[in-house]
């Protein structure tokens, strides 16, 4: 048989009769051949002829290669005629079959990996690159039987902690930096055979150690702050916060610096003095070197730190800024304290959106049933007593469309970016202070017990969230890290308890007492999981995907970060929270509205 391209050109001219009379003896000798010989290999000019013969017969062969391929080996290695539509069924099915060797060891199914692996991941994915709420593990970890290990230094009031595990940090109003290494929890032993010949022991077994180790320590010196030259800090250090991929570490304090340190040897690497005022806050952008800062100069400025160098400044705020976050997206929030205002800005855009506070919360008292935050204990018949906003002291991400911050009038709230007004607030968060004494409140010789006030709230001084997740964290001098929970429909925040042992007397039966016999807060006896003031919270997550607990990191001292106008007993230095899984993570959220929730979880269960 001669090939088309070899041809004359006086050849080429045919009637469409002998062409197709051509294709159909093509068609019976493919067939023929392909049956009697199926394993046999063809010429290579017979191929390049089949080819050109005609889609009818390429469309025959397939069909017969399809039924004789039963009969052929499927090898690895495979043949030379095998087509790339059928190389790639190969694989495919290979690779379902590996999937179901891996977790055939583990008990699975195909259904459940398709429904909670593969599902499961690509909706992670794709609600971690919108930046929106997917998880749900507040109900998953067991807060009151989290272990608990204090650690500190000879310093004073420790004002800021920074976390880029394993390892911490932690700064103090003495002018010092400390980096800790954080001891990894022990697993639970594995259950052994009881052995029928062995003496009983009569010591009980060392236990793991849980307590952090003290690694790096530097100290400034106040007598230098006239020294431009100085390589350090000259007063108090307020603020700290480490990068993602812990090569730096940036602090801030009341002598307007902002240095930037190595983290593995805690050198100097650049000061900056832009700030005209104290150093409040810093954070770091998720991925990034990108740092923003606050001060009480009521700016806020943006650094690189891949340059080492300043990028611009944000104006806005009507008072000192004195808390800032970021998550992954190019934006930042920061509070004003007395302007009572959070601002969103968004660095890219050059643009900012403002959320504005000061409200009471009356109407949204009875929603809330808090009773230990009244004043005699009981939330039913006590009167409702609206605490207005003053001051918005702290702000963290849930991710980048809400946030939480918390007051001085003990209230937690929570913003949606699409709402000018908080979606929801919990009132006095952490109860009241003991009212004060006649004797305290008046310096007359025969006082007036009329001067005593009412009992004012607790402010909140920390405030921390697991991003882009429903857990928030809350801090005061109440002795208590309080959980909360944002709930499915991301409209309310719900009280989950409090972290640590439980108390022997509850702090509900403190505060009774105290209000019915006039005693103050240092006569009151009480066991609480953290003595002093909570200045900053830090969590991260254990394990893959948090599937082994979570670590919280607490910062306390005797006096608040910004002052000494509240003198707590406690202790200064930090205590180290491990928070155990009860249930394995919930699978991520399809949707962001209940409906879907629901659909996700029972649907599974109908098939």
Excluded at 76 to 90: F, I
Excluded at 378 to 407: C, H, K, L
Aim: charged content about 30%; proline content about 6%; aromatic content about 6%.
């Amino acid at each position: 048989m001669s090939s088309f391209f070899t041809t004359p050109a006086s050849q080429k001219k045919r009637k469409r009769e002998d062409s197709t009379a051509t294709s159909i003896r093509n068609k019976r000798s493919a067939t023929t051949s392909s049956k009697l010989k199926a394993s046999k290999k063809q010429p290579a000019k017979a191929v390049r002829d089949e080819s050109i013969s005609g889609s009818a017969s390429e469309d025959d062969e397939a069909q017969d290669k399809a039924s004789d391929g039963e009969q052929a080996s499927s090898s690895d290695s495979g043949s030379e005629d095998e087509t790339g539509a059928q190389r790639r069924l190969r694989l495919a099915e290979q690779y379902l079959e590996n999937i179901k060797g891996e977790v055939e060891t583990v008990g699975f199914d195909a259904e459940e990996i398709d429904r909670d692996l593969i599902a499961e991941r690509l909706r992670e994915d794709a609600a971690a690159t919108k930046g929106r709420l997917y998880r749900h593990i507040a109900s998953t970890l067991d807060f009151p039987s989290a272990s608990q290990t204090s650690f500190r230094a000879d310093s004073q009031t420790t004002t800021g902690i920074a976390v880029c595990p394993p390892f911490a940090y932690t700064v103090s109003k003495d002018i010092t930096l400390i980096k800790w290494e954080l001891a990894t929890p022990p697993k639970p032993p594995a259950q052994k055979k009881k052995k029928k010949k062995k003496k009983p022991t009569t010591k009980p077994p060392p236990p793991a150690r849980c307590r952090p180790t003290k690694l790096l320590y530097t100290r400034g010196n106040h007598h230098e702050s006239n020294n431009p030259k100085y390589q350090h800090h000259t007063a108090p250090i307020l603020t700290i916060a480490a990068s993602e991929d812990g090569k730096y570490i940036a602090t801030g304090g009341a002598d307007k610096r902002l240095i930037i340190w190595s983290a593995t040897d805690l050198k100097p690497l650049r000061i900056f003095t832009q700030h005209r005022d104290a150093v409040t806050s810093l954070a770091f952008r998720r991925g990034t070197n990108q740092l923003y800062s606050c001060s009480k100069d009521r700016t806020i400025k943006t650094w690189s730190l891949d340059e080492m160098g300043y990028m611009e400044t944000l104006f806005g705020h009507q008072d000192e800024v004195v808390d800032i976050a970021a998550l992954a997206m190019e934006r930042c929030v920061s509070v004003g304290a007395r302007d009572r205002t959070a601002r969103l800005w968004k660095v890219a855009e050059e643009s900012q959106l403002i959320f504005r506070g000061g409200g009471s919360s009356e109407k949204r008292r009875a929603a809330v049933p808090n009773g230990d935050s009244l004043a005699n204990g009981d939330s039913s018949n006590a009167p409702v007593v609206a605490y207005a906003e003053g001051s918005i002291d702290r702000v963290a991400m849930v991710d980048e469309e809400m946030f939480v911050t918390g007051s001085d009038n003990g209230g937690i709230s929570l913003w949606s970016l699409h709402k000018k007004k908080p979606l929801f607030t919990v009132p006095v968060a952490h109860g009241l202070d003991p009212p004060l004494t006649v004797e305290e409140a008046s310096a007359e010789e025969v006082p007036n017990p009329k001067v005593v006030g009412q009992p004012q709230p607790r402010r909140i001084t920390a405030l921390a969230t697991v991003p882009y997740s429903d857990l928030v964290l809350s801090g005061s001098w109440d002795g208590w890290v309080r959980v909360w929970k944002i709930t499915e429909d991301k409209k309310r925040i719900e009280e989950v308890g409090k972290m640590g042992k439980n108390s022997m007397v509850e702090e509900r039966e403190g505060e009774t007492k105290a209000m019915e016999t006039g005693s103050t807060q240092s006569q009151i006896q009480e066991e609480v999981s953290v003595r002093g003031v909570i200045n900053e919270i830090k969590a991260f997550e254990r394990g893959e995907r948090g599937r082994d607990g979570l670590c919280v990191v607490v910062a306390t001292g005797k006096e608040h970060r910004f002052g000494r106008w509240k003198t707590i007993k406690g202790k200064n230095g930090a205590v180290v929270f491990e928070v155990p899984m009860v249930l394995p993570p919930e699978p991520a959220v399809k949707g962001f509205k209940a409906d879907s929730i629901d659909h996700t979880e029972i649907q599974p269960e109908t098939r």
